[in-house]
């Protein structure tokens, strides 16, 4: 494979595994919390992370192409930091159910993306709005939904206590 396949596969591969990993959850567990009027159906995650993991790697393998890892160590590692956290929020959320934890994470994961964006757009130019800016405005959106449940769902113990 070569290492744009790479790329990009890195991103799709963690999305999908947090998905097979978590996807009973969906009928059960998510179905059963409240969720805001302004959530998505659920057949649109599959498709919009597609397109942005997809995205990114294409972003991530334009910077690598500068210089490879040697010259690109901190672009390089600021992404792999918030694509990190972004692996992590799946299971937090919706494994876990630790919804204080997954919104900690998520606006940690923002902040790691703006961090991306500005390291990459010096190396690569305004391409990286395109290729980054839709999985800011996405992550934006999910941030507060994921906010808005963790809020408005009380923990296990408490919701049986009422």
Do not use: C
Request: avoid cysteine.
């Amino acid at each position: 494979m070569s290492m744009q396949g790479y790329a990009v596969a890195i991103p799709l591969a963690g999305g999908i595994g947090g998905s097979l990993a978590t996807a009973n959850e969906i009928p059960t567990w998510y179905r059963s919390i409240r969720k805001p009027s302004w959530t998505p159906p659920n057949w649109l995650f599959g498709p919009v992370w597609t397109v942005l993991y997809a995205m990114m790697g294409i972003a991530s393998y334009l910077v690598y192409k500068q210089g490879g890892w040697n010259k690109q160590s901190t672009p390089l590692t600021v992404y792999g930091i918030q694509l990190l956290l972004n692996f992590l929020w799946t299971p937090l959320f919706f494994k876990a159910h630790k919804l204080g934890l997954a919104s900690l994470d998520i606006i940690g994961m923002w902040i790691g993306i703006v961090a991306t964006i500005s390291h990459f757009r010096p190396v690569i130019g305004d391409i990286t709005y395109p290729l980054l800016g839709p999985y800011l405005v996405w992550v934006t959106y999910a941030t507060a939904l994921t906010i808005w449940i963790w809020r408005h769902n009380p923990p296990q113990a408490k919701r049986k206590a009422t």
